[in-house]
C-alpha cells in the first residue's frame, strides 16, 4: 500500500512519466489551492491535466474538470503490486459529463443533483458542515472505456 499522504503524488508523477514516454513534455504544479495537477505542453499550447489516484476500490467524491482545455486521468493502484505499473484512465471534460449523466441521470431529473462548472453538486447529501456534498464515487467499470486513451491528451481534447 501506498501511504495515503503520498497517493496523490505518487499518481501525479505517474501521470507525467507517462506522458513524458510518450514525447509529451509534463510539468507538476505546486501548492494546495491548485486548480491543476499536471500542465501538458502541446506543439502550439498547454493542457491542464487533474490526476485522481486510489487504492481502493472506488475513486471517492471526484468532482471532474470543467473546461475544453482539460484532461482527467484516474490512476488506479488497486490490487498492484509495489512495481507494478498502475492502470491510467483518461477523460475528456466531454467524456466526463457524459459519465456523471449517465451514472447520476435519475437524480439529475429529480432535482437531487446539480451539475455546475462539470461538478456534480448533490443537493441532498450534506457534508459535516451542512454544505451540499460535491462529486461522484467513480469505479472501474465506469471508466473502463477510457483505459490507456493517451490520444485525448497528444490530440488536446
Not at 68 to 97: M, S, T
Request: hydrophobic residues 35%; contains cysteine; positive net charge.
Amino acid at each position: 500500500m501506498i501511504p495515503k499522504e503520498h497517493l496523490g503524488l505518487a499518481a501525479e508523477y505517474a501521470v507525467a512519466s507517462e506522458l513524458c514516454r510518450r514525447g509529451i513534455y509534463a510539468q507538476l504544479t505546486l501548492g494546495t489551492r491548485k486548480r491543476t495537477d499536471i500542465l501538458a505542453v502541446l506543439s502550439e499550447r498547454m493542457l491542464g491535466v487533474e490526476v485522481k489516484g486510489k487504492q481502493d476500490k472506488t475513486w471517492p467524491l471526484s468532482k471532474g474538470i470543467c473546461g475544453e482545455d482539460k484532461i482527467l486521468v484516474f490512476v488506479d493502484y488497486y490490487e498492484k503490486k509495489k512495481y507494478e505499473r498502475p492502470d491510467f484512465y483518461i477523460l475528456n471534460a466531454e467524456d466526463w459529463l457524459n459519465l456523471v449523466h449517465k451514472q447520476q441521470g435519475p437524480n439529475i431529473a429529480t432535482g437531487d443533483v446539480e451539475i455546475k462548472d462539470g461538478v456534480p453538486i448533490f443537493c441532498k447529501n450534506l457534508n459535516k458542515y451542512g454544505k451540499p456534498t460535491k462529486g461522484i464515487s467513480v469505479s472501474v467499470s465506469h471508466v473502463k472505456d477510457y483505459w490507456e486513451k493517451w490520444d485525448k491528451i497528444k490530440e488536446g481534447k
